[in-house]
């Protein structure tokens, strides 16, 4: 029996989400029922809401932050039972067996992974929705085993921008005195400085905004370095192996290459498209240095993220919202106006 859910929605790029019923699918063999608790707000919702990429398909529930509990089970779901703490991220499924899906970097997937929301489900066709709603069914799989002792509304954010900036950590092999920044302090960015510091590194963080050194600092941030200072910019010069940047648009890339070290990797989390002003070869050239991208991170990658956060405690710092706040929040985000994530309170839909 399908189950009819209440969820919010964006129904075109210029309206505001709104309440709305969705199916979620009886479950498969393989599913596993979940009752969502909490859910992050990511910039991409934002970005996905407003069609700032120029594919979503409307009606859109965004939300890939998801939390919540196990209440139901397939005929054959074993990996979890009942009552269980769970959690979904940007993947609900993939084809599982091109070589990406071998290597667990199912994010990669070559026959094109199935996103949780504006994605289609790849056995009935229909499109996927994603967290700002009651239930999610999913693959277990592609569910994630929250570790006991992790504060539920603060793991909800581990599944998209933890697991974003781990996996640049981990490629990058980051580890006790690597030197490592992180380009803006908002959802991911805020992840990156905790999770680089809980590793070891030596952590700094490029911000356009004075007001964020403090927090910065508490957050494991060692230096913080205003990026429009130029002589803040030059006493860095040659510093990073590693630099996560989550800018979430157009920006000029030229002035944070000097800052990394020779053989030192640049890596985009944030913007999507062609970048501008155009970017200068000869210093990547000349000290061998790398301008690369990096997508989320594969389901075995994202439990060791989450096992890792429970061993160090390590949770998101989070402003709980009620889902009618959801439309105020956005605006916020787009003035970096949060601490240093938004999720929502999935108890608030029923009110
Ligand atoms: P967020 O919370 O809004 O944070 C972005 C931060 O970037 C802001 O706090 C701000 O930091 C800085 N910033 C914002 N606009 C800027 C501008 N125009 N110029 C320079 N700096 C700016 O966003 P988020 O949720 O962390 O997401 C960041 C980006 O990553 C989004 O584009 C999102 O879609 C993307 N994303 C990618 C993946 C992936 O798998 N690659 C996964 C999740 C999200 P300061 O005030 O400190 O400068
Ligand atoms: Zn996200």
């Known amino acids: 029996m399908v189950m009819d859910v209440r969820s919010y929605a964006a129904s075109s790029a210029v309206t505001p989400l709104a309440p709305f019923r969705i199916d979620r699918r009886e479950p498969r063999a393989d599913d596993v029922v979940i009752e969502i608790l909490y859910c992050g707000v990511c910039h991409s919702d934002l970005h ?44 609900v499924d993939s084809c599982r067996h091109c070589d990406c899906c071998d290597k667990g970097l199912e994010q990669y997937c070559l026959n094109q992974a199935t996103y949780t929301y504006n994605g289609v489900d790849r056995h009935d066709g229909r499109p996927t929705q994603g967290g700002y709603a009651e239930k999610i069914v999913v693959s277990q799989d592609f569910v994630l085993r929250i570790p006991d002792g992790l504060d539920l509304k603060g793991a909800a954010p581990l599944l998209c921008a933890g697991i974003t900036t781990w996996s640049p950590l981990r490629r990058w092999k980051v580890g006790a005195g690597s030197r490592v920044a992180a380009i803006g302090l908002g959802g991911l960015g805020h992840m990156a400085l905790k999770l680089a510091k809980a590793l070891g590194a030596e952590v700094t963080l490029f911000t356009r905004s004075p007001g964020k050194e403090q927090d910065a600092r508490r957050l494991g941030a060692d230096r913080v370095v205003l990026s429009t200072d130029a002589a803040q910019m030059a006493a860095v010069a040659g510093r990073f192996a590693l630099i996560i940047d989550t800018v979430p648009y157009v920006h000029d890339l030229n002035p944070y290459v000097p800052t990394l070290a020779v053989d030192g990797t640049l890596v985009l989390v944030g913007y999507l498209g062609p970048l501008d002003p155009m970017l200068d070869s000869a210093p990547l050239v000349m000290e061998r240095k790398a301008v690369a991208g990096s997508l989320i991170g594969g389901l075995a990658e994202t439990q060791e993220l989450l096992d890792f956060c429970g061993q160090h405690g390590i949770t998101s710092d989070v402003e709980v919202i009620r889902i009618q706040e959801i439309n105020e929040a956005y605006e916020r985000m787009l003035e970096s106006d949060v601490k240093y994530r938004f999720v929502i309170d999935m108890a608030s839909l029923k009110a």
């Open 48 to 91: 996905t809401a407003r069609n700032d990429w120029g594919n979503t398909t409307y009606p859109l529930v965004p939300g890939h932050e998801i939390v919540g509990r196990v209440i139901g089970l397939g005929a054959e779901a074993t990996r979890f039972k009942l009552g269980d703490a769970v959690g979904v991220g940007c993947l």
